[in-house]
């Protein structure tokens, strides 16, 4: 435990610079769940990882995500990205749907205790987080709230996995464009939202709106400064993604550091961590001038606030 603390400590120091480099020490392998092929990058030495399934978001290949997963990875997590391919209406493309937090539960499990497998006494199947993008982040919403929403399910009914403990999505809401946010009921999954200061997809106004309407802390709401709907993949606008109308102002290694650090130590925090519960409802914001951040602790005490 005092290793891994140290561990963080480090890797917060690290990306508290724009020009760092992502996790060298970070290995990936391609694995299959299911029909999708998906990479898994988790660090070394460490046994019973929690596993982080990042949702992508529509038609965004997961090899977008390199630098972000990567860097999530570095923080004590195995992350696994899958190319989830299917067809939304008429439409055929890289759309996530929820139905994949029950699969990669059981891939982690069979994967855990198959022999040979380089992943194997490396996964906790227990402990799933999740992270997500603009489709899928909305999926993963949906998902926390144990409801049946198209297209990101088609139910009738849908359970989340008793394996799920916290997400933390970038670019999320649950609002259809020019409609009403929809709560999600996340008791029991603690829920941060990452969102671009200048993002032109997701509005600034519906993020805040979708944070506000999550029922029950721990949650957080992060603003990344100068960031736009790309600012946690590798370039701006992948091939297949529609673009962002509005420009990002900042650095994208910058955005991209921002966004994992602040993902990974809210999961880490809702695990348990306490150094990580610290930085992220404590000195983060301020010691962080790339962000800006709202949150609530815990519940508010009878005759009292949150904290």
């Known amino acids: 435990m005092m290793r891994l603390c140290a561990a963080i400590v480090l890797a917060v120091a690290a990306l508290a610079s724009p020009a760092v480099a992502t996790p060298a020490w970070v290995s990936s392998h391609e694995v299959r769940i299911g029909a999708d092929p998906a990479t898994v990058h988790l660090p070394p030495g460490r046994t019973a990882l929690p596993v ?42 890289l759309f996530p749907e929820s139905a994949q937090l029950g699969a990669t539960v059981e891939w982690a499990a069979q994967e855990n205790a198959r ?13 799933l987080v999740l992270l997500g993008h603009s489709f899928g982040a909305a999926a993963g919403l949906f998902a926390v709230g144990n409801a049946c929403v198209p297209p990101f399910c ?7 996995p008793a394996a799920l403990r916290a997400a933390a999505f970038y670019g999320a809401a649950t609002a259809s464009q ?30 805040r ?32 993604a529609a673009p962002d109308p509005s420009a990002q102002i900042v650095g994208q290694q910058v955005s991209i550091d921002a966004a994992a ?31 800006s951040v709202v949150s609530v602790r815990a519940a508010a005490a009878p005759g009292g606030g949150g904290t």
């Open 115 to 127: 022999a040979g497998s380089p992943l194997a006494g490396r996964l906790d199947a227990g402990r």
């Open 261 to 291: 650090r602040w993902s990974a130590l809210f999961l880490r925090a809702s695990l348990g961590d306490a150094l990580a519960e610290a930085y992220v409802y404590g000195f983060g914001d301020a010691s962080d001038d790339t962000v």
């Open 178 to 207: 020019g409609g009403a946010v929809v709560p999600v009921a996340n008791a029991g999954v603690p829920v941060a939202l990452v969102q671009g200061e200048v993002d032109g997809v997701n509005p600034r106004a519906a993020a």
């Open 209 to 240: 709106a979708t944070y506000d309407g999550l029922s029950s802390p721990p949650k957080a709401y992060v603003t990344v400064g100068g960031a736009n709907h790309y600012g946690l993949t590798d370039t701006q606008t992948p091939a297949g």
């Open 52 to 93: 982080a399934l990042l949702l992508q978001g529509g038609n965004v290949p997961r090899e977008s995500y390199g630098r972000f997963a990567r860097t999530v990875a570095g923080f004590g997590f195995a992350v696994v990205v899958p190319d989830h391919r299917r067809a939304v209406g008429p439409v055929s493309g």
């Open 154 to 160: 088609f139910g009738p009914v849908y359970q989340r």
